[in-house]
Structure formats: C-alpha cells, structure tokens
C-alpha cells in the first residue's frame, strides 16, 4: 500500500541519505540547477550524483501525494486520476503486444508502480531498472506485498551502461524516466543493445514543443523550474528526441504527443484551484496542510532538517509545470512506439 500517512512520509524523507545531512543534500542538489548559478554541462557532468539526491529526497512525497506510479497521463472526461494512470500504463502495454511468456525490461521503474500494474495486466515478467536504491528497497517491499514476487524484479544500474548481456529483452519500456538521460542518444543506444532484434520501445517523454521559444525569458524560466523541480538536467525538444532514436537504429512506428488531443489537460491534477478528492493533496488546501505539517515534523524533529525545502522545491515542480503546460511550450506525454530492425540495413 501507498504511505499514506504523515508520519510515514516524515520516515521516508531521505531515502537512503542519512538524516542528519538531508539539508545539506537539498543544498548541494539545488546548487546544480540554473536558478542557483548552475548550468546544463554542470549538471549532465554530475547527472547521477543530481538524480540520485533527488529521488532520496523526493521519493515519499511523491508516494504521499501522487501514489505509487510516478507520472502523469491525458485525461479523459468523468476519470479519476488514478484511472488515467492506469489506462495510460495499459495503452504501452497494449503498444508493445505484451502477452504472457515475454521478458520485459522498465527503463527507469521507480517504485514499480507501472511495474506492477503492466506485469498483472499482460501477465509477463518485468525487470525494472533503477539506479536509485531507496526506491529499489521499497519497490520490493511493494512487491512483496502485492504478491509479484516471482514475476517482478529490480536491478540496481545505470540505464547508460545496462548491466544486461546484448538482446536480453522481448519488450522495453519507459515511462517518463530517460529524460534523466544526460545524452538521449546515448540512453536510446544502450537500450536497442539489450532489445531483442525485431522487437519493440515504446516511451513516454518529457519534451519541449515547436511552441518553446529559446529567446523568450518567461519560457526560458519556466523550463529551468522544471528542471530545478523535477531533477532534470536540460529538456530535450521533440525533435531531439526523435533523431536520437533514429540516430540509435530503431525504426520509427508512430509517434504522437498526446497531450495535444487530451480532453482534459495532462496538469490538472496539479492546478491548486481544481477541487478532486482522488487528488486532493494537491488542491490549495491539501498543499497547505501538508506544508504545515512537513514544517511541524521538522520542528519536532519528527522529519529531518531540510524536509520543508524539499517540499518547497516540488512545489516549484507543480507551479512550473502546470505554467509550462498553460504555455503549450511542454509536454511529459510524448510517446513513441520504435522497433528494434531484424537485420541491419
């Protein structure tokens, strides 16, 4: 089950920091990042070092408020948002062809929450790979609870240098993960060697749009917030995106961002003034309450010094990606469905 509770939250802020230095983790993440004099070259030189901290630090309060899969999905009219998720996780699955027998690999699994629901759903055994410990440790827990033990695993690795044998994987899969990538290309490589000849990645990216204009300062901001936000070393375009893949081998099948045609906007869930009792964490009351009882936790010691920062800088999260979302200028839904060929050409 998801922490739910709030001192369950204060137990887990940190991941696998000790609790005393959480502050200054916060304080060495926040250095890397535009708004604190940082830079793109920075934080694609320390890219494991940065998304390490912030997933130690982040991990409980997106389990807290979000659940156990870690994304966001187009909408549909009369969902909840936990249904959204969830279809959005059955679509790639269904994408990919997945049926019982197959081997597959989750690129950048988190928790597993996806995990967990695309192996139930398909009935295939899922490896997911994660570099970050803590998060390794309670998916596992997680698995365990769920009863996925014999067909849910994680492996700790970095997805830049796989430690997987060539053409390990009948499927592949990411949802929202590479954009961590400091090279896409790279990242896309690395996961065509381990991809079986013939057989299918299908992602959802993070991506700035055609309408992201690099000269304008407001974007210019609201893309550096959501890098500060969301541990990201610089937002790749679609276009990047797309030519890495081709530039890694695979065949493109369709791509789409999806985000365009959703009847209900992608931030929703994270617009303070949208009132929903499947999201209410996120509201403008629920935010409140959980700031003033994060800040409580810390005084009393409950939750480690620093906690209140790490909450202020997700709050920066939500605030830019619901303006860069109003802007049009980006998108977590890019998906795309790339084959590996059978043969080089």
Known sequence: MAKTGILDLAAGIGGQ?????????????EKYQVRYGGDAQTRKDNCVDAVNKYYDLVTAFYEF????????APRWKGE?????????????????????????LDVGCGIGGPLREISRFSLVSI??????????TRGTELNCLAGLVHSCNFIKGDFMKMPFPDN????????EATCHAPDAHGCYKEIYRVLKPGQCFAAYEWCLTDNYNPNNESHKKIKAEIELGS?????????????????AGFEVIWEKDLAVDSPLPWYLPLVTQHFSLSSFRLTTIGLLLTRIMVK??????????????????????????????????FSPNYFFLVRKPLSKS
């Open 231 to 247: 541990g990201l070393s610089d937002i790749r375009s679609i276009r990047q995106c797309l030519d890495a893949l081709k530039q």
């Open 80 to 104: 909840s948002l936990k249904e959204s998720i969830t279809r959005h996780e059955h679509f790639i699955a269904l994408q990919l062809g997945l049926k019982k027998g197959m081997k597959v």
């Open 168 to 175: 390990s994987f009948d499927a592949i899969y990411a949802i």
């Open 296 to 329: 409580t936790l810390e005084y009393a010691r409950l939750a480690p010094a620093g906690s209140f920062k790490v909450h202020s800088v997700l709050e920066i999260a939500a605030k830019s990606l619901v303006d860069g979302g109003r802007e049009g200028i």
């Open 17 to 29: 920091i000790k609790k005393e230095p959480v502050e200054s983790a916060v304080e060495k993440y």
């Open 127 to 136: 490896t997911g790979l994660n570099n970050n410990e803590y998060q390794i």
């Open 65 to 72: 408020g979000w659940g156990q899969s870690f994304h966001f």
